[in-house]
């Protein structure tokens, strides 16, 4: 029998925190890639960090879209791996407001990731930021390279509580496809607060002459020119800066979640220039 092979790849930082990932979560249910899915989807969570938490909530959120999906937490640290198993059990005797049948399993495991069979979306947030920008398409090439036909690959970055988040859905084939900014609007005073936490592929790209710096400025200027809409609420306000890019020619595409403080476009329309 051959040995096993090392995980491949670096361990994250480890900084986990409870609801995190909520926003990237949500748009994976809702993604045409997770419904059409076949029997029993298998999802991945890259790099969960120091508690399983991410990926009991992943499962929590993903079941009500498709109560057959399976979540599979790898980790590089196999003393993660012991601490999320550990915090499984505890599910399973009902220790948590987790389902006890949560449909959870952890192993150790990098950019190979090793699965019992071929993941139909892999999410790794929080991942590549440690690495550098000519790291990704490798990183993500390897990642891909492991998804069912038809399957995606989410790779990006939040901040630590969740409300500033950004990704790019790469498909099956490793070409980037979309990428979306997540915002909590409540706060909100700039939408280019996102520049912060862009995926390793665009964070060093955010100069004058990328096509992403371009963009995060027209999200600014809209947002500044729908400042009357603030007196009906945040969330009219950020529709109203959403149709301004709109009406600017810039190709945005799920309209309808402009209310949860998300903009998609096109991965051509941020590309970093050659």
Not at 30 to 57: I, K, M, N
Not at 86 to 115: K, Y
Not at 200 to 210: Q, S, Y
Request: aromatic share 6%; proline share 7%.
């Amino acid at each position: 029998m051959p040995a096993p092979t090392a995980p491949i790849g670096r361990a994250t930082r480890g900084t986990t925190g409870t609801n995190r990932l909520r926003r990237v979560d949500r748009w994976i249910a809702r993604h045409p890639v997770l419904r059409s899915a076949g029997a029993d989807p298998l999802v991945v969570d890259l790099g969960f960090g120091a508690s399983g938490v991410t990926a009991f909530e992943l499962e929590a959120r993903l079941r009500a879209a498709r109560a057959d999906v399976e979540v599979l937490g790898l980790e590089i640290d196999p003393a993660r791996v012991a601490t999320a198993r550990t915090q499984l059990e505890g599910i399973r005797e009902g220790s948590s407001h987790f389902r006890r049948d949560a449909r959870v399993s952890f192993a150790t495991g990098g950019f190979e990731v090793p699965a019992p069979r071929r993941p139909r979306i892999i999410r790794a947030m929080n991942v590549l930021r440690q690495y550098d920008e000519a790291d990704v398409p490798g990183a993500w090439a390897r990642m891909a390279g492991r998804l069912e036909r038809g399957g995606m690959l989410v790779e990006g970055t939040c901040n630590e509580v969740g409300r500033v988040a950004t990704w790019v859905a790469v498909n099956a084939q490793a070409v980037p496809e979309t990428f979306t900014v997540a915002l909590h609007l409540g706060a909100l005073e700039a939408p280019s607060v996102a520049a912060e936490r862009l995926p390793k592929a665009l964070i060093h790209r955010n100069v004058p002459g990328e096509r992403v710096h371009d963009f995060l400025g027209a999200l600014d200027r809209e947002w500044d020119r729908a400042a009357p809409h603030s007196a009906f609420g945040p969330v009219q306000r950020w529709r109203a800066a959403m149709q301004g890019m709109t009406d600017a020619g810039w190709p945005l595409r799920a309209h309808a979640r402009w209310r949860l403080g998300e903009v998609t476009v096109p991965w051509t329309a941020v590309a970093p220039a050659a």
